[in-house]
C-alpha cells in the first residue's frame, strides 16, 4: 500500500481522490514524493503507510515486512529516496498504529495512555512517559509528538512524569 492509488504513484499525476486527501492534508507532498519513487522501486509490491517529516529527517512508517524491501538491496533505495529528498529517512515498522507508538518510545515505558473527547468532536490522546525514561528515547518530544498525531489523525501531549 501506497498513500496515494498505484496509478497516481505511477503516472505521477494525482488523481481527484488523491488529490483531495492532500488538499485535507490527510497526505503531504512528501508522502506523494516518496510513493512515486517507491513504485519505481517496487511496482506496488510493497508500499508504506505515511512519511513524517520531522525536521531533521523523515520518517517513513510501514509494515514490518516491508522494511527491508523499502532499503532495497545494500540500501539503494533508501539513498535514492534520501538523495532526491535532501533528507535522512528511518524507517520504522509495526503492524498498528498502536504498536508504532510503542515502537516510537521505545525502550522507554509508557505509564498510561488516554483519549480526550473535546466538545468540537476531536480526539486529544494523552501518552504518560515515566520520568526516569525520558532520556531513553530515540528522538525528541516533538518528533514523536508530530509523528504519533499524523499517525493517529489527532492531536498528540506526550507527559512525562
Ligand atoms: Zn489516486
Given at each position: 500500500?501506497?498513500?496515494?492509488?498505484?496509478?497516481?504513484?505511477?503516472?505521477r499525476?494525482l488523481?481527484?481522490?488523491c488529490?483531495?486527501?492532500l488538499k485535507?492534508e490527510?497526505i503531504?507532498e512528501?508522502?506523494?514524493?516518496?510513493?512515486?519513487?517507491m513504485?519505481d522501486?517496487?511496482k506496488?509490491?510493497?508500499?508504506?503507510?505515511?512519511?513524517?517529516?520531522?525536521g531533521?529527517f523523515?520518517?517513513?512508517?510501514?509494515?514490518k515486512e516491508d522494511?527491508?524491501?523499502i532499503?532495497g538491496?545494500?540500501?539503494?533505495n533508501?539513498?535514492?529516496i534520501?538523495?532526491?529528498?535532501?533528507k535522512?529517512?528511518?524507517v520504522m515498522?509495526?503492524?498498528s498504529?498502536?504498536e508504532?507508538i510503542?515502537t516510537?518510545?521505545?525502550?522507554?515505558?509508557?505509564?498510561s495512555?488516554?483519549?480526550?473527547?473535546?466538545a468540537?468532536g476531536s480526539?486529544?490522546?494523552?501518552?504518560?512517559?515515566n520520568k526516569?525514561?525520558?532520556?531513553?528515547?530515540?528522538m525528541?518530544i516533538?518528533s514523536?509528538?508530530k509523528?504519533?498525531?499524523n499517525?493517529?489523525?489527532?492531536?498528540?501531549?506526550?507527559?512525562i512524569?
Amino acid at each position: 500500500m501506497l498513500p496515494i492509488c498505484n496509478i497516481c504513484a505511477k503516472t505521477r499525476v494525482l488523481c481527484a481522490s488523491c488529490e483531495t486527501k492532500l488538499k485535507n492534508e490527510e497526505i503531504s507532498e512528501m508522502d506523494v514524493k516518496i510513493a512515486e519513487m517507491m513504485y519505481d522501486f517496487g511496482k506496488g509490491e510493497f508500499g508504506f503507510e505515511k512519511a513524517v517529516d520531522v525536521g531533521d529527517f523523515v520518517v517513513v512508517l510501514t509494515r514490518k515486512e516491508d522494511i527491508g524491501k523499502i532499503i532495497g538491496p545494500g540500501g539503494d533505495n533508501l539513498r535514492k529516496i534520501e538523495e532526491s529528498i535532501g533528507k535522512l529517512i528511518k524507517v520504522m515498522g509495526a503492524s498498528s498504529a498502536e504498536e508504532m507508538i510503542y515502537t516510537l518510545i521505545s525502550p522507554a515505558n509508557i505509564v498510561s495512555t488516554s483519549k480526550l473527547y473535546r466538545a468540537d468532536g476531536s480526539i486529544m490522546r494523552k501518552i504518560a512517559i515515566n520520568k526516569n525514561d525520558a532520556d531513553k528515547l530515540k528522538m525528541d518530544i516533538y518528533s514523536i509528538k508530530k509523528i504519533v498525531s499524523n499517525l493517529l489523525h489527532a492531536d498528540v501531549e506526550i507527559i512525562i512524569g
